[in-house]
């Protein structure tokens, strides 16, 4: 069983920065797309970016593209989110997610899922 358990988030202003971390336990990602949703209030959970186990190859959502850059450490089981600029519709819970076979923005490629952060930003 693989466990995702997501940290770094919190209440900000906007303009400010937040770096959130997913931990991975149990069987590794090291060969899987890595990726991050959103769900913001009142809506459904959307792509935000995504990681190829390769690391060569990143996708992001046009409404963070610029802003927001994903990276992942293998050796240490660890995916990223760096969040710059944040803006209030930047508000929504965070969620990772592993073990697509390849670089995507589908959800339903995703076979594990984290339990998610807040992140809320005020303007």
């Known amino acids: 069983q693989v466990q995702l358990v997501e940290s770094g988030g919190g209440l900000v202003q906007a303009g400010d920065s937040l770096r959130l971390s997913c931990a991975a336990s149990?069987?590794?990602?090291?060969?899987?797309?890595l990726a991050w949703f959103r769900r913001p209030p009142g809506k459904e959970r959307e792509f935000v970016a995504a990681?190829?186990?390769?690391?060569?190859?990143?996708l992001y959502a046009d409404s963070v593209k610029g802003r927001f850059t994903i990276s992942r450490d293998d050796s240490k089981n660890t995916l990223y989110l760096q969040m710059n600029s944040l803006k209030p519709e930047d508000t929504a819970i965070y969620y990772c997610a592993g073990g697509a076979a390849r670089l995507t923005t589908r959800r339903e490629e995703f076979g594990s899922w984290g339990q998610g952060t807040q992140v809320t930003v005020s303007s």
């Open positions: 149990g069987r590794t990602f090291t060969f899987s797309t």
């Open positions: 990681i190829s186990w390769t690391v060569v190859s990143t």
